[in-house]
């Protein structure tokens, strides 16, 4: 912890090496890489909002930064998802490289995969299922460690070797977890980091159980549409998505249960107005390239680290 305090205290100083330049280029090959994969497939890019009335609840317990937005309390996007929904009225599949804000426990630090400011390359597509997005995921991180490999010389600075893969990663429904793992609701870290560590390839978990993620996944047979990519050699998830919830009455329900459909209004009166059924995920742009560059703690994969429980 020391150590990483430092280190993002002198970032001036330690962005200059060869380390660091070898990351934050292969970074920007693997932001290109993406584009590249998504643009080929029709989706556009539409610049990401930054601030709103309301943002993603769904975040595992992280707090949210709120300020005052003239008078109004506004927040710091956690993840666009309610804005990727609204985006679909003017796309069938749209992108995004969105930049969110979670306020970590302090201990996440020591998951060496939780920023408390990061990117996400966030995507929605319409009339989608689940089982197509994992498909789209399974080529999107195939194509984009492909492009990252002819980065030789930024690899040898870092020693990594970078496996290949061939899709369809491994798709692991939850229920089967829960009994092996004792759990019931979301995989707890160290838990998913024993998971990671234990499979030598990629692999889904999907088909969370009810109530123990956002309101935006839909519910069918008993289960919440949402899955989660693992990478493996312990750096763990890097995508989360699913399909949504899109009717009107089933979202305003479950907001008055939880006392805060007030909250939503440009959400619902969206809802009301209509939107396509979608699916889509994110994936975390700087656990993406940690997990290229084999580098111990995530701070490394960010230009300008915010890291949580250190201000
Ligand atoms: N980006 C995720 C999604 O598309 C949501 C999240 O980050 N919590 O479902």
Request: aromatic share 10%; proline share 5%; glycine share 8%.
């Amino acid at each position: 912890m020391k150590s990483i305090e430092d280190a993002v205290r002198l970032r001036y100083l330690n962005i200059r090496s060869d380390r660091s330049r070898a990351i934050l280029k292969i970074q920007h090959v693997l932001i290109g890489a993406l584009r590249e994969f998504l643009a080929a497939r029709g989706f556009c890019q539409v610049l990401a909002p930054v601030v709103g009335p309301v943002t993603d609840p769904g975040i595992r317990g992280a707090g949210i930064a709120h300020f005052d937005f003239y008078g109004t309390s506004y927040t710091i996007m956690s993840s666009m998802i309610l804005y990727k929904q609204m985006a679909l009225g003017a796309f069938e599949s749209v992108f995004s490289l969105s930049p969110n804000v979670r306020l970590e426990e302090a201990s996440t630090v020591d998951t060496g995969r939780h920023l408390a400011e990061f990117y996400q390359l966030d995507l929605e597509s319409a009339r989608k299922s689940c089982q197509e997005m994992m498909d789209l995921g399974d080529g999107l991180v195939c194509h984009c460690i492909e492009a990252v490999r002819e980065c030789s010389q930024e690899l040898d600075i870092l020693g990594r070797d970078l496996p290949s893969f061939s899709p369809p990663f491994k798709r692991i429904a939850h229920r089967t977890l829960e009994e092996e793992l004792s759990i019931q609701g979301e995989i707890p870290f160290e838990k998913e980091h024993d998971l990671s560590r234990a499979s030598s390839e990629p692999f889904w978990v999907y088909d969370y159980p009810v109530g123990s993620r956002g309101f935006y996944y839909i519910e069918r047979d008993g289960t919440l549409k949402s899955m989660d990519l693992i990478m493996p050699e312990g750096f763990g998830e890097v995508v989360s998505g699913g399909e949504r919830e899109y009717r009107y009455e089933q979202v305003k329900a479950l907001l008055d249960r939880e006392g805060v459909a007030h909250e939503y209004s440009w959400y619902l009166d969206m809802l009301k107005a209509g939107i396509p059924p979608s699916a889509g995920f994110g994936l975390g742009v700087e656990r993406f390239t940690r997990y290229l560059c084999g580098l111990d703690h995530i701070w490394e994969s960010s230009p300008f680290p915010k890291v949580p429980g250190i201000p």
